[in-house]
């Protein structure tokens, strides 16, 4: 299973990937990018089974990029990680019809998330 792990913040991007890879699930390959640019130059390089992003990357929002996943790639899981509020992360839960999770309170619920994944 191929994750792309999109974050403006490397503290977030390094501690995530650490996490998710102290499972050593063989079948796990993370990439990771820091703007929404790097992330569509991925996309247009490989195929991700699942996409998880922050709201906000240094040059497109992050909701942007998850919403362009969902219309093009719509075999691709996605998901919001951002730190904004509650009633927030519930509306982004419905219009772009994916998991969301609060940053960093729900950590622990992303990667047990991504890993939940690989055994499907």
Do not use: W
Request: proline share 2%; glycine share 2%; hydrophobic share 40%.
């Amino acid at each position: 299973m191929r994750v792309l792990l999109a974050d403006s913040s490397v503290y977030h991007l390094n501690r995530m990937v650490k996490a998710v890879k102290k499972r050593k699930d063989e079948d796990l390959e993370i990439h990771v990018a820091m703007t929404a640019s790097e992330a569509y130059e991925l996309l247009g390089n490989l195929k991700f089974d699942v996409i998880i992003s922050d709201s906000n990357l240094a040059d497109e929002s992050g909701i942007m990029l998850l919403g362009f996943v969902k219309a093009h790639i719509p075999e691709c899981e996605i998901a919001l990680y951002a730190n904004i509020d509650e009633q927030t992360l519930k509306f982004y839960t419905k219009t772009l019809d994916c998991a969301c999770f609060s940053k960093p309170a729900d950590f622990n619920k992303v990667v047990e998330y991504i890993h939940s994944l690989t055994k499907q």
